[in-house]
């Protein structure tokens, strides 16, 4: 049984930052992609960002680029998401996922076979 387990979420107000952190039970070496999705209530899931182990590359949804960067730490079995300048747009339950084959359509949430239980981060004055 793989779990995951999200951490690093808190309230903040426009413009701070946040580190959000994403344990893997039996580490991410063998997951090609890492990745993190969002949903706000009353929306669905929505896609943010994922790291592509075999390529070393970042993908991100346009809303958070410049402002949001992920990486990984196969040692540590760890992905982490940094957000910075977070607007209040960016409130939600954060979710951390995972899949051992990177998957073309990568920011939909059916292709994702492990999840966390999400960390909620709110961003507000």
């Known amino acids: 049984q793989v779990t995951l387990v999200e951490s690093g979420g808190g309230s903040v107000q426009p413009g701070g930052s946040l580190r959000l952190s994403c344990v893997v039970s039996d580490g991410i070496g063998s997951k090609d992609a890492m990745t993190w999705f969002r949903q706000a209530p009353g929306k669905e899931r929505e896609f943010v960002s994922a790291h592509r182990w075999s390529m070393r590359r970042a993908y991100y949804t346009d809303s958070v680029k410049g402002r949001f960067t992920i990486s990984r730490d196969n040692a540590k079995k760890t992905v982490y998401l940094q957000m910075n300048n977070l607007k209040p747009e960016d409130t939600a339950m954060y979710f951390c996922?995972?899949?051992?084959?990177?998957?073309?359509?990568?920011?939909?949430?059916?292709?994702?076979?492990?999840w966390g239980q999400g960390t909620q981060v709110t961003v507000s004055s």
């Open positions: 996922a995972a899949r051992g084959v990177w998957n073309v359509d990568y920011t939909n949430p059916r292709h994702y076979s492990y």
